[in-house]
């Protein structure tokens, strides 16, 4: 199975709807971890209202205009459509798939 599909199949078991396309999964994994690192590094406070602004709004999409995120912009608005889902759950969720993904995907033929 393609990374983007397992991906994708590994969200929707969450239920999480993605749609986001994946063109380099290379640079999507690092993208996600980027974030995943930027939002660890905040202060706690900052983290708690940064997830109780995602959870049911839509602010996701700041964090791509805001260049926190550029290369996952689309994959920012699929979390803003996942309304009850704070930020933080995504991104771990996001991670979980993505390191699963690599491991099982098959190359392109």
């Given at each position: 199975?393609?990374?983007?599909?397992?991906?994708?199949?590994c969200m929707s078991e969450a239920g999480v709807s993605v749609?986001?396309?994946?063109?380099?999964?290379d640079y999507f994994i690092q993208s996600i971890e980027y974030l995943q690192e930027w939002y660890n590094g905040?202060?706690?406070?900052?983290?708690?209202?940064?997830?109780?602004?995602?959870?049911?709004d839509r602010a996701s999409y700041l964090l791509a205009e805001a260049n926190v995120a550029p290369g996952i912009?689309?994959?920012?608005?699929?979390?803003d459509?996942?309304?009850?889902w704070p930020l933080s759950t995504l991104v771990q969720w996001c991670k979980h798939?993505?390191?699963?993904?690599?491991?099982g995907a098959t190359p392109a033929q």
């Open positions: 199975m393609a990374f983007a599909d397992s991906f994708t199949q749609n986001a396309s994946v063109t380099d999964e905040l202060p706690s406070d900052t983290q708690e209202a940064l997830d109780a602004a995602t959870t049911n912009a689309d994959l920012l608005d699929d979390f459509n996942a309304t009850g798939c993505a390191d699963q993904s690599k491991q």
